[in-house]
């Protein structure tokens, strides 16, 4: 049992370090290529830039639905991996345009992180009276 709990307790530790290196690569990710960026969506305008952030929000949509549906896998995955650049994208071009505001985000954010973790305390502690009340079917 405890060669059980300490291999589970190394795997969630390898990927919680993976997950901090693919946050990481979120900031290395948005500013590659930022200037340009930046310039791009000042020739683009707030009207197409609008429209295009939109419309890439839509397609990542219908890329998550069809995850959902078919897996994730092969182009399935793929195209949720180019649906999320093209948002990353996008909000690089309303950064630059002044739509976000940064610290604004930040809150939200915060908030609403806090507010997932209740949630999910709240489904865990009812998930666990749900099996107290009706035995566990092992």
Same mark, same amino acid.
């Given at each position: 049992?405890? &060669?059980?709990?300490?291999?589970? !307790? ?6 919680? &370090?993976?997950?901090?290196?693919? $946050? ?8 590659? =290529? +930022? ?14 830039? *609008?429209? &295009? %952030?939109?419309?890439?929000? %839509?397609?990542? &949509?219908? %890329? $998550?639905?069809?995850? =959902? ?15 999320? +650049?093209?948002? *990353? ?7 630059? *345009? ?15 992180? !806090? ?7 709240? =489904? ?6 749900? %099996?107290?009340?009706?035995? !566990?079917?092992?």
């Amino acid at each position: 049992d405890f &060669i059980i709990k300490k291999s589970y !307790n190394e795997v969630i530790e390898r990927e919680v &370090i993976d997950m901090y290196k693919d $946050l990481k690569k979120i900031k290395d990710i948005m500013q590659y =290529k +930022a200037l340009e960026l930046d310039s791009v969506a000042h020739i683009n305008g707030d009207d197409l830039t *609008l429209t &295009i %952030a939109s419309e890439e929000c %839509a397609e990542l &949509i219908q %890329a $998550l639905t069809k995850v =959902k549906r078919y897996g994730c896998k092969d182009e399935y995955k793929g195209n949720l991996q180019e649906e999320i +650049a093209d948002v *990353l994208i996008c909000i690089s071009e309303l950064i630059s *345009l002044g739509y976000i505001d940064m610290s604004e985000v930040e809150k939200w954010h915060t908030y609403k992180v !806090n507010r997932e973790i209740k949630r999910a305390i709240q =489904k865990e502690e009812e998930i666990r009276k749900e %099996a107290e009340k009706y035995g !566990n079917c092992e």
